[in-house]
């Protein structure tokens, strides 16, 4: 009888610390539950805010896609201007590069829309389908930078034009040019011109401004060579290379940009011609076209700012996109259609202003 009792207060033992074991671990692991949980929802709405945050930052300076006709040194220079802008800023940028097809910009145009870009910044390929990118563009606002789409296509702080004046560029190489050849006492020249792509505003502009601004100066020009070189640095020095194979006598050498004058001077030593001998003139002053008039072979060529551009073009749609004017950018119009950056003549007397 005293064995037995001896068994079940045994037993009765293991059973009560048996219980107690189990109610010691089943304690632990709710803790351990609910601290795993704690720590799984803390994780969670702590990436929530800053996902929150990210979104904020976005939306408040906009999203907006930069579609460009191509990349040559200018307008690289411009993409690169404008993208720290938009850094500094809180501007979400987004650039795509058309390769001078009117199909790949469209496209870019309608990226824009279907992924609900905030507006556009168009470098047009080509200025004669204006109207169709502001029609692709649905009720997106569009800001045209470097090439206008002209007038009869902005509206006041929706379709706006950021650039310079391209009657002024030529005007100024028009002036150089008189002033050089009258102080040689000449009135009459011969001259080759090379052209920028056809049909677009600036080469219209650029071409019909030197032209005109000569003829008002008293200079009787013989265009012994005029053709396009397309902007393109490698086919003006095949071009003039050409030219000079047909033994025609030339005074000056204009070109509607730096890069065709740079190939220009390319040809010309590689022909055993010196170009310190015929100014030759371009357009934009490109860093390149600097470091050639500091050293004498271009003569003359006209500022044209890329960075400024590239710049205000962000600054203008940033504005829009905020509800507000463009009046408030310097160098807008009137009638809030136009950002004018001003071009400024460069020779060897100022070059070093503008070299980086």
């Not at 009888?1 to 293991?14: D, P, Q, R, Y």
């Not at 509206?155 to 560029?169: C, I, L, M, T």
């Not at 400024?308 to 463009?326: L, M, P, T």
């Amino acid at each position: 009888m005293k064995n037995i009792k001896k068994f079940f207060v045994l037993g009765l033992s293991l059973i009560m610390v048996s219980t107690f074991a189990f109610g010691c671990g089943q304690k632990d692991n709710t803790d351990t539950k609910e601290d795993t949980k704690k720590e799984e929802t803390t994780d969670d709405t702590t990436q929530t805010k800053e996902d929150d945050a990210t979104g904020d930052k976005a939306k408040a300076g906009g999203k907006i896609l930069f579609t460009m006709s191509s990349r040559d040194q200018f307008l690289t220079s411009m993409e690169t201007a404008a993208t720290k802008y938009a850094d500094e800023n809180g501007v979400e940028l987004v650039v795509m590069d058309s390769e001078d097809d009117i199909t790949k910009q469209l496209s870019h145009i309608q990226t824009a829309v279907t992924d609900d870009y905030d507006a556009i910044i168009c470098n047009l390929v080509n200025t004669d389908n204006s109207a169709e990118i502001i029609s692709s563009a649905g009720d997106l606002p569009v800001v045209f930078v470097n090439r206008s789409p002209g007038e009869a296509n902005l509206k006041a702080d929706k379709y706006v034009y950021v650039g310079s004046n391209e009657s002024d560029s030529g005007k100024f190489q028009a002036e150089y040019l008189a002033k050089y050849f009258k102080d040689q006492g000449k009135t009459e020249i011969n001259a080759v011109l090379l052209q920028g792509v056809l049909g677009l505003e600036n080469v219209i502009k650029r071409t019909d401004s030197v032209k005109k601004g000569l003829e008002e100066a008293g200079i009787k020009v013989n265009y012994v060579f005029e053709d396009t070189a397309k902007w393109d640095r490698a086919t003006a020095q095949e071009m003039f290379i050409q030219f000079l194979g047909t033994g025609k006598q030339y005074d000056a050498v204009i070109c509607n940009n730096d890069e065709m004058a740079l190939g220009v001077i390319e040809a010309m030593e590689m022909q055993g011609v010196d170009p310190t001998k015929v100014p030759v003139v371009g357009i934009d002053a490109t860093a390149v076209g600097c470091e050639a008039i500091q050293a004498g072979k271009m003569a003359f060529s006209v500022y044209q700012s890329a960075a400024g551009q590239g710049e205000g073009a962000v600054k203008a749609a940033q504005a829009i996109v905020g509800g507000e004017s463009i009046s408030t950018i310097e160098g807008a119009n009137d009638d809030k259609t136009i950002v004018w950056i001003p071009f400024e003549p460069v020779d060897k007397s100022n070059v070093e202003k503008y070299m980086k």
